[in-house]
């Protein structure tokens, strides 16, 4: 099983018995109950027409033998048309039903799939590839599509045999025993098959989420893919992963198809035994051959829904082990916990870090006894090397991540006892990479407040500059800026994404400050957006620019999750401390000016 390795379920994963998914997958149609019962009573009408035909030819080859009048021959013909039409219809009108029912759960699941994904916090989609995750929710429920379907189809099938069964018992009972007798042979082979089909099935659905994964990752990287031109490379890998994909499901298709020639075979056994003590029968007069005919006819209408019952269980499989990794994903429990769901009024901004601990993992602490208080409508910018522990406040304090220790607060109340919709609603986030939506500047401005009207957003914009910034764009609020943003510069990005922070009047204001450089008009308009929202907010920088850590009230100096300086820029910058180091190494390149009326350890700071 050298093809499998690599396949390994997600952190979140969990096996489901068959009754427990059936139940799981039947929910799914009790709102649905008349179109479940209509389809039933159309399964019913065919399941006993197509045992209704074997009996009517078996009326006629009797009748046959005492010379009937062509008048009843014709009645007969009249029947089996009036049967065939009518099984026609009724296969029509069920699978009609089916079909609008099909579509309807599998939108549900779809849906409830979907919005277990969003749900979940940041955690989440760090450790578990997205690619991975759109699998289960497009693939995976593709693939449920056919457990509907088999669902159905086992209904008809069964109602069949029984019909069937009955049929047989009345014609000879001696001979429907023998036929009985294969039984057993039936079900051993269903449930082997049954082992083998759901084991390469998982792995099937599983490399299926890589594959998708892979194609994801390559494409949204080919800008950086072609840069370095190793467009080869990212091939290479997709080639991997998709022979991985064709040895597995080469696998799954040789197990599957060996089902149906391996029931074949042993319904030729039974068929050919059938064929000998009904011929024995005939001639010792045990029963006639008109009766002989109709017990050959019906069992092989008999064995056939008997096989498509032993391999539509193997095929189950398929739809249960996507199913599996539905659910799976729909039950997975997020980290982030509230104790309460309290609404939020209008938050003052006051925020509490009272002895936090925070880790990724256990080898991987970052906050420890971590202390910080800052003041409604204070601005506070986080300074220091990477892995300080910057980005993680800011996502603590977003709730996207959980803390194990410690309390953090707003306007004195636990965040984790907020409604994160109507808190997070008064919390204006700006990526270091901006991220927009393929829409126009107008709709990405909007996305803050649904509500505002195109002159709202206009408002809003000229509040910047004098909205200088929008002639710079090819149609101004109506440019379309692409997929993530790819027709506007960097800079353009950051301004509409602070247009939309400012527009939202958020009561907090959280910016992890982009790292590229922009021109200098550039630069000016988003000093100025800031200042327009830092007036109004409590904020909290991760800065990089200069200008951004000279504005702020108050600069913190981290170290390994610790604060070790704060202060303004002058004060902490005539300490010759960490942080005068920082401005060296980070900062002193973006200063206008020369560093020569103050000197800190021999260097000169200006």
Known sequence: MAVFAGLDTE???????DAELIKRIAQYFTPHKKRVWGSFFFITIVSLAGAGQPLIVSRGIGSLEGKPPLRLIWWLVGLMLVVGIGTWLANWLRRRIQARLIADVVAALR?????????????????????????RITSDTQEFVQVVQLITELFTQILLVVVLLVVLFAISWQLTLVLLALGPFVIVLTMLFRRLARFVTRKATRVMGQVNASIQEAVTGISIAKNFRQEGAIYRNFAEVNEQSYQVNLRRGFVLSNVYP??????????AALLYWGGVSTQTGAITIGAWYLFMASVDRFWFPMINLSVFWSQFQIGLAASERIFALIDAK??????????VAQLQGNIEFNHVKFRYSEQEQVLNDFTLRIQPGES?????????????????ITRFYEFQEGQICVDGRDIRSFDLHSYRQQLGIVSQIPFLFDGTVADNIRYARPALTDADIAAVARQIGQGEWLETLPEGLHTHVGERGSRLSMGQRQLVALTRVLAQ???IFILDEATASVDPFTESQIQEAMDLILKSSTSILIAHRLSTVRSVDRILVLQKGRIIEQGSHDTLLARGGH????????FRHQSPYARDHVRIDGRKPF
């Open 11 to 17: 952190a979140y994963d969990r096996s489901y018995s």
């Open 111 to 135: 849906h409830d799939a979907f919005s277990a994904a969003i749900s979940h916090d940041l955690a989440f989609f760090d450790e578990f590839k997205s690619g991975t995750i759109i699998s």
């Open 262 to 271: 391996v029931l074949n075979v042993l319904s030729s056994f039974g068929i």
């Open 334 to 343: 997020p980290l982030v916990q509230q104790t309460a769901e309290h609404p």
């Open 380 to 396: 506070i910018a986080l300074v220091g090397h990477t892995g300080a522990g910057k980005s993680s406040i800011v996502k603590l």
């Open 505 to 507: 009047q958020p009561a």
């Open 579 to 586: 942080y005068a180091e920082l401005y060296d190494t980070y």
